[in-house]
C-alpha cells in the first residue's frame, strides 16, 4: 500500500514538474517569437522608408529620361515598367503598366504613393519582404513578356504568328516576287521583333536572378529555349520561298513536327512553372 502511495506521489510531482516547464518553454517560444509593439512600429517605419526610397529613385529617372524628349523612349520603357510594376505587385495594386504610355505612368504613380502612405507598420513590413521574391518578379517583370513569346511562337495564332499570316496571306495563287517578298518580311519581324523579346526577356531574367532558386531559373530558361527553337524553325521555312535557301533535307512535314513539338514542350513548361509558383496570367485587356 506504502508503495502505491509512494509511485502515486512520484508519478503526480513528475506531471507537475512536466506541465510547469511546458508552460516556462511556451511562453519562452511566443516572447521570441511575437516582437513587442515598439518592435514592429520601428520595423515597419524603416520597411515604408524602404519601399518610398525604392519609388523616389524610380521617379526620379524616369522624370529625367522624360524630360529629354517629352516622353520615355522604347529601350528605356521596359525597364521603368518593370520597376513600377514590381512595386505595384508587391503591395498588391491590380493595375500595371503594358504599354509606354505616360497617362498609366501617371495614375500608377499615384496609386503607389497613397498605398505607401496607408500601409499599417505590418503591411509595410509583408510588402518589403515581398519585392524581391520569384512570385512577384515574375508576375510584375516577366509573365507579360514570356506570354507574348508564348503567342508569338503559336503557328495556330494567326494574330501573333509570322509564319501562320504568311500561310494565310500567300494562300491563294500568287506571283512567285510577292510571295518571296512576303516571306522576307515575316522573316525580318521574326528575328527584329519576336526574339527581341526573348533577348530582352533573358536579360530580365539575368537582372533578377538572384531572386529566384536555380531550378527555377532553369525551368525559365527552358521555356525560352523551346519558343526559341520553334521560332528558328519557322524562320527555316520561310526561307524556302525565298530564292536563296539551305535545304537541310527535311521535309514541310518534318519542319512543322518540330515546330508544334518545341512550342509545345515550351506551353506545357510554362504552365507547369506558373502552376508551381501561384501566378494566373490575365490578359491586360482585363486591367
Not at 165 to 192: G, Q
Not at 219 to 229: A, E, G, K, P, T
Not at 270 to 286: A, H, I, N, P, R
Request: with cysteine.
Amino acid at each position: 500500500m506504502n508503495c502505491i502511495r509512494g509511485i502515486l506521489f512520484l508519478t503526480i510531482c513528475l506531471c507537475t514538474i512536466f506541465n510547469l516547464a511546458g508552460c516556462g518553454s511556451n511562453n519562452t517560444v511566443s516572447k521570441q517569437v511575437q516582437p513587442s509593439n515598439a518592435e514592429v512600429k520601428k520595423e515597419g517605419q524603416a520597411a515604408k522608408k524602404y519601399l518610398m526610397n525604392q519609388f523616389s529613385n524610380a521617379n526620379k529617372d524616369f522624370d529625367q529620361k522624360y524630360s529629354i524628349r517629352g516622353w520615355i523612349e522604347a529601350k528605356d520603357f521596359r525597364s521603368f515598367r518593370n520597376e513600377y510594376n514590381i512595386l505595384a505587385v508587391a503591395l498588391k495594386i491590380r493595375q500595371q503598366i503594358t504599354i509606354n504610355d505616360n497617362d498609366d505612368f501617371k495614375k500608377l504613380r499615384k496609386k503607389i504613393n497613397d498605398k505607401i502612405h496607408s500601409l499599417s507598420d505590418t503591411q509595410a513590413i509583408q510588402s518589403k519582404k515581398n519585392i524581391r521574391t520569384a512570385k512577384v518578379i515574375y508576375k510584375a517583370a516577366l509573365m507579360a513578356d514570356m506570354h507574348q513569346i508564348q503567342d508569338e511562337s503559336d503557328i495556330n495564332n494567326s494574330d501573333e504568328n509570322e509564319l501562320e499570316e504568311f500561310m494565310e496571306l500567300n494562300s491563294d495563287s500568287k506571283s512567285a516576287a510577292e510571295i518571296k517578298k512576303n516571306a522576307k518580311e515575316s522573316i525580318d519581324n521574326i528575328n527584329t521583333t519576336d526574339m527581341s523579346y526573348i533577348k530582352n526577356t533573358k536579360s530580365t531574367l539575368e537582372k533578377y536572378r538572384e531572386c529566384f532558386t536555380q531550378n527555377e531559373l532553369n525551368d525559365l530558361n527552358n521555356i525560352l529555349s523551346n519558343f526559341q527553337s520553334s521560332l528558328e524553325r519557322q524562320v527555316y521555312v520561310l526561307q524556302q520561298f525565298k530564292e536563296s535557301s539551305i535545304d537541310d533535307g527535311s521535309t514541310m512535314n518534318d519542319n512543322i513536327q518540330t515546330i508544334k513539338h518545341n512550342f509545345e514542350n515550351g506551353q506545357k513548361q510554362l504552365s507547369q512553372f506558373e502552376g508551381k509558383l501561384g501566378v494566373e496570367y490575365e490578359d491586360s485587356s482585363d486591367y
